[in-house]
């Protein structure tokens, strides 16, 4: 994702799995999870009606 005012990456994004299981398999190695020999934090999304007040809403999920 990018700030729509300067261009710049803002250092997060959204994927979309074709495949709940990929999404699994990410979740499970979390950990060790990189990208472009960057550890990346993955979170699983959470829609608005089911987050608890005062939670911030946020997700990374990478393509494996």
Not at 16 to 27: G, I, N, R, W
Request: with cysteine.
């Amino acid at each position: 994702m990018r700030d729509k005012n300067s261009g710049k990456a803002r250092g997060f994004g959204f994927v979309t799995f074709y495949k709940e299981q990929s999404a699994d398999k990410v979740m499970v190695e979390k950990k060790i999870h990189k990208m472009k020999g960057k550890w990346v934090d993955c979170k699983r999304a959470v829609p608005s009606s089911e987050m608890k007040e005062g939670e911030v809403e946020t997700s990374n999920t990478i393509v494996d």
